[in-house]
Structures are given as C-alpha cells and as structure tokens.
Nanobody, 120 residues
Framework: QVQLVESGGGLVQPGGSLRLSCAASGLTFSWYRMGWFRQAPGKEREFVASISRSAGSTDYADSVKGRFTISRDSAKITVYLQMNRLKSEDTAVYYC?????????????WGQGTQVTVSS
C-alpha cells in the first residue's frame, strides 16, 4: 500500500518561508514523477510544482515561479517544497502526489494534506 505523508505546514507571516516534506512508503517500484498541489477554501485544487524521478526535471505554476523550489531525495523517496516570500494567497491545504507510470496526466496516489496559512 502506497502512502504519502506531508509535513511542515503551519502559520507564517507574509514574506516568510516554509519547507514542506512528503515522505513516501510502500513504493516497491520506480515512480515517474511527484508533485505538489494546493486547495484554498472555496477553490478548486491547483497544480503547484512537480519533479521527475530520473532527470529531476521540474515544472512550476506561474504563480509560484521564482518563489518555490521543489526537490527530491530519491534514496529516501522524499520530495520537498521550499516556499519563500510567501503571500496571503498561498494559504491552502498542500497535497503531494505520485505518478507511478507517467502514462497519463493523472497522479496515482495522494497524501492527506498539510495546512499552510500565511497571515500577519
């Protein structure tokens, strides 16, 4: 059973930083990419960033480019999201997800989410 556990969320002031972690277990085979998504109250879930396992290729939503950085530790099957210069509009529940095969745009497994609140 694949499980993804996010951690690192919390309350931070505008302009501050947080680092989210996503630890995967039960992945007995290679994975294609892992990603971060977020969902703010009353809004649909949106893509934040993704990283491929093999080449470490990254992709970001325009709203976070230059502020967020996704990275991975393949040995530990852990993905991180370093979030800098946070804004109130970054407030959301952040989810990580894994795409095992890369054969479709969809992700296969999701974590339970971690709350990020940006407020003074």
């Amino acid at each position: 059973q694949v499980q993804l556990v996010e951690s690192g969320g919390g309350l931070v002031q505008p302009g501050g930083s947080l680092r989210l972690s996503c630890a995967a277990s039960g992945l007995t085979f290679s994975w294609y990419r892992m990603g971060w998504f977020r969902q703010a109250p009353g809004k649909e879930r949106e893509f934040v960033a993704s990283i491929s396992r093999s080449a470490g290729s990254t992709d970001y939503a325009d709203s976070v480019k230059g502020r967020f950085t996704i990275s991975r530790d393949s040995a530990k099957i852990t993905v991180y999201l370093q979030m800098n210069r946070l804004k109130s509009e970054d407030t959301a529940v952040y989810y990580c997800a894994v795409d095992i095969f890369g054969s479709s745009p969809e992700y296969d497994y999701w974590g339970q989410g971690t709350q990020v609140t940006v407020s003074s």
